[in-house]
């Protein structure tokens, strides 16, 4: 059985156990204060009384936050809002992508419409496309082949750089006053170069012309006949060696055969075609015959010779 004191000193344990506010070292001082100076030592009872109400003290007591977990969450909470400032940018951005197409359509619906082209713009376009398939650009330069051509080819830049510089015309009266003093020994050395020029574009032409398809020139002689009879623009017709020649009618191989006679000496080809031409008329049914039989002959020739020419259009 406990003492009175302790007793008492148990009810005050008792008492700071349910209020929470007494530590076991405050129970201590107290049991120290009302113990008499003359029992030195805690019966083993009051002990256990102690233990017991520091344990209901520190149950009872509040949570202490330390300065390290308070600047821990102070840090966390910024990073909280970081995710949301990127989400909302990232918004912004998706709906900044989003308006564009609406600006682009806005744009192209506000753009005016082109005018129509005139006649003359649509004759350039024209007239530029059947230059390409003509292949203008592409025929090589040829040579000068008279004499006069090759004097002024050859001196041309000697009598502009002269001073005073004179203009082209000056330099070409200039030019023709030189050709006509020329001696004969220089004359005849400009014959022959003339004649070896002609034969150089024959061979630089013929080969130009065999880099392409058959089909290709063909294609580019239409467009030089479309050029000169509806845009009036003075284009020669490329020769292809390698396309069949004419068909000869019963009235040309009349003309031909005529074309040299004695008596038509003196006149150039448009007035001896004139002259020759009434007298087919004048061919009865027998005479003309025999023309007729050439035409014949010439016919079956172009036909053989046309059959190889598209076996090679479709070889290239």
Same mark, same amino acid.
């Given at each position: 059985m406990l003492s009175a004191i302790g007793r008492a000193t148990a009810r005050q344990a008792r008492v700071a156990?349910? %209020? *929470? $506010?007494l530590s076991s070292r405050s129970a201590s001082r107290l049991t120290a204060q009302l113990t008499p100076r003359a029992a030195p030592v805690i019966p083993s009872g009051i002990r256990v009384a102690a233990? /017991? %109400?520091?344990? /209901?003290?520190?149950? *009872?007591a509040p949570k202490k936050t330390t300065k390290t977990a308070t600047k821990t969450a102070a840090k966390k909470k910024p990073a909280a809002k970081k995710p949301a400032k990127k989400a909302a940018a990232k918004k912004k951005t998706a709906t900044k992508k989003a308006a564009k197409p609406k600006a682009a359509v806005a744009k192209k619906a506000a753009k005016p419409k082109k005018a129509p082209l005139t006649e003359e713009e649509q004759a350039r376009i024209k007239i530029r496309a059947l230059k390409k398939t003509a292949l203008l650009k592409e025929e090589p330069v040829k040579l000068p082949v008279a004499s006069w051509t090759t004097f002024v080819s050859k001196n041309m830049k000697r009598a502009m750089d002269r001073n005073p510089s004179p203009t082209f015309t000056e330099a070409v009266r200039e030019? =023709?006053?030189? /050709? @006509?003093?020329?001696?004969?020994? #220089? @004359?005849? @050395?400009? #014959? +022959?170069? $003339?004649? #070896?020029? =002609? +034969?150089? &574009? #024959? +061979?630089?032409?013929? &080969?130009w012309v065999d880099s392409y398809t058959p089909q290709q020139i063909r294609q580019a002689n239409l467009a030089r006949m479309q050029l000169r009879r509806k845009y009036n623009v003075g284009l020669k017709l490329i020769s292809d060696p390698r396309f069949p020649k004419s068909v000869l009618t019963g009235y040309m191989a009349y003309m031909k055969s005529r074309i040299n006679d004695p008596e038509f000496a003196g006149l150039d080809g448009q007035a001896r075609i004139v002259k020759i031409s009434p007298g087919w008329k004048q061919l009865s049914a027998e005479e003309r015959k025999r023309f007729e039989e050439i035409a014949e002959t010439d016919l079956a020739r172009y036909n053989k010779e046309m059959a190889a020419y598209q076996e090679l259009d479709a070889q290239k």
């Amino acid at each position: 059985m406990l003492s009175a004191i302790g007793r008492a000193t148990a009810r005050q344990a008792r008492v700071a156990g349910r %209020a *929470g $506010r007494l530590s076991s070292r405050s129970a201590s001082r107290l049991t120290a204060q009302l113990t008499p100076r003359a029992a030195p030592v805690i019966p083993s009872g009051i002990r256990v009384a102690a233990v /017991f %109400a520091r344990g /209901f003290a520190e149950a *009872g007591a509040p949570k202490k936050t330390t300065k390290t977990a308070t600047k821990t969450a102070a840090k966390k909470k910024p990073a909280a809002k970081k995710p949301a400032k990127k989400a909302a940018a990232k918004k912004k951005t998706a709906t900044k992508k989003a308006a564009k197409p609406k600006a682009a359509v806005a744009k192209k619906a506000a753009k005016p419409k082109k005018a129509p082209l005139t006649e003359e713009e649509q004759a350039r376009i024209k007239i530029r496309a059947l230059k390409k398939t003509a292949l203008l650009k592409e025929e090589p330069v040829k040579l000068p082949v008279a004499s006069w051509t090759t004097f002024v080819s050859k001196n041309m830049k000697r009598a502009m750089d002269r001073n005073p510089s004179p203009t082209f015309t000056e330099a070409v009266r200039e030019l =023709s006053d030189e /050709f @006509k003093a020329l001696p004969d020994a #220089e @004359k005849e @050395k400009l #014959e +022959v170069e $003339r004649k #070896e020029n =002609s +034969v150089a &574009n #024959e +061979v630089t032409m013929r &080969n130009w012309v065999d880099s392409y398809t058959p089909q290709q020139i063909r294609q580019a002689n239409l467009a030089r006949m479309q050029l000169r009879r509806k845009y009036n623009v003075g284009l020669k017709l490329i020769s292809d060696p390698r396309f069949p020649k004419s068909v000869l009618t019963g009235y040309m191989a009349y003309m031909k055969s005529r074309i040299n006679d004695p008596e038509f000496a003196g006149l150039d080809g448009q007035a001896r075609i004139v002259k020759i031409s009434p007298g087919w008329k004048q061919l009865s049914a027998e005479e003309r015959k025999r023309f007729e039989e050439i035409a014949e002959t010439d016919l079956a020739r172009y036909n053989k010779e046309m059959a190889a020419y598209q076996e090679l259009d479709a070889q290239k």
